[in-house]
């Protein structure tokens, strides 16, 4: 089982926990400045990351994690993609610690932008047709940054935080030689892979995230990346 599912999992069933517990509305471990900062309590920048304010918010969330996290995950390896997914996390909770310090936050989209910016940073990595994934990929995240300005209950802070920590940090391990970048070298520049390799996929169609309460990281109307060999 891949990465990405076990991701989706956790994500459902603390959902599902919410539901059952008194519902998405009742503190389950929002990420709250105060309660970080001056209680200590540091968890919260993981909790709130997995918690989300509606079915209509953690199903377009999932739909997105589905999406991008599977073509991230093949391209970079199972390893190197938590690495990723963990850093992200962490980044967005910290920038919404920053610039939303009184405001409760919840949801995945921050971690979820930091796998935009990974891919993007893969693109960057695999010149010269990697350039057509990054025009391609591009216009989804602005897209999603405006409408953070223009949707009330959008932490902004949030996905700025996951998109910059997913970029670097996804630069950063995609340098380091291993046979996943070389199947996405071979993959998106058309070139044969070596024996044995199963290529990791190139782009598939990508959708973003949108609404719900209190401050949801989500995302935009569903956008379509199509692989870079057509």
Excluded: K
């Excluded at 994934?133 to 999603?144: A, D, G, Y």
């Excluded at 070389?182 to 598939?204: C, H, K, M, S, T």
């Amino acid at each position: 089982m891949s990465l990405t599912n076990v991701l989706i999992g956790v994500n459902v069933a603390v959902f599902l926990w919410e539901l059952a517990t008194g519902g998405p509305g009742t503190d389950h471990g929002w990420l709250f400045g105060p309660y970080v900062v001056v209680y200590g309590e540091w968890w919260r920048i993981v909790t709130g990351a997995f918690l989300h304010g509606s079915i209509m918010h953690i199903g377009f969330n999932m739909l997105a994690l589905y999406q991008v996290g599977s073509i991230v995950e093949r391209a970079m390896g199972t390893a190197r993609y938590f690495v990723v997914y963990a850093c992200a996390l962490v980044g967005s909770g910290f920038a919404v610690l920053w610039f939303n310090y009184n405001q409760p936050t919840l949801g995945a989209s921050g971690a979820i932008f930091g796998l935009f910016g990974a891919l993007v940073a893969i693109g960057l990595s695999l010149p010269p047709r990697g350039m057509s994934l990054v025009t391609q990929t591009v216009p989804i995240i602005v897209i999603n940054l405006v409408l953070g300005f223009v949707i009330p209950n959008i932490s902004v802070a949030a996905h700025v935080g996951g998109l910059v920590t997913g970029f670097v940090v996804g630069w950063l391990v995609f340098q380091i030689p291993s046979r996943y970048r070389d199947r996405a070298n071979a993959l998106i520049n058309g070139q044969p892979a070596y024996a044995g390799a199963e290529p990791p996929g190139a782009v598939e169609t990508i959708e973003q995230p949108p609404d719900a309460a209190p401050h949801e990281e989500e995302g935009a109307p569903p956008l379509e990346i199509r692989d870079p060999r057509e």
